[in-house]
């Protein structure tokens, strides 16, 4: 189980295969968030996340090993990118193992919720057409 920030681009397929070696585990469940083109009806050139690195990876060890605690898993894994993301990028990857599909499904969806709302990690756009960009909310955070 692990939680991790870094600026460069995210093996997935490398962290599933982590999940996957367990025999025990009938499942796995991944989320990957990627850079949109499209957001509010503007046209987004690429995004730039910023981290508290410290207090993040903290923050997201404590999401997965809360995760551990309310659902019946394995395994899991969350590594988020910071810095400048293009179009396609893969922004975050959450991934779950465990004897049963209901336990990994919902364990995957409660790491991205809680990261999204908890983890000291800030998003902002770029616009295609306008010389601007913007600080995005997480509605998530505001709960």
């Known amino acids: 189980m692990f939680f991790?920030?870094?600026?460069q681009k995210i093996d997935h397929?490398?962290?599933r295969n982590q999940l996957t070696e367990n025999e025990k585990c009938g499942a796995y469940a991944s989320f990957e968030g990627w850079v949109r083109r499209h957001n509010d009806g503007k046209k987004v050139d690429y995004l730039v996340y910023s981290v508290y690195e410290e207090l993040a990876k903290?923050?997201?060890l404590r999401v997965i090993e809360q995760a551990k605690t309310l659902f019946q898993i394995e395994d899991a894994i969350c590594v988020h990118r910071y810095g400048r993301l293009e179009i396609g990028d893969m922004a975050v990857y959450v991934?779950?193992?465990a004897g049963h599909r209901d336990a990994a499904f919902a364990a995957c969806r409660?790491?991205?919720d809680e990261v999204k709302a908890t983890v000291p990690i800030w998003k902002q756009e770029f616009y295609l057409e306008q010389a601007t960009h913007a600080w995005l909310a997480n509605p998530q955070a505001q709960r």
């Open 95 to 97: 991934g779950v193992s």
């Open 13 to 15: 397929i490398a962290l």
């Open 4 to 7: 991790d920030i870094t600026d």
């Open 110 to 112: 409660y790491i991205i």
């Open 58 to 60: 903290k923050q997201g």
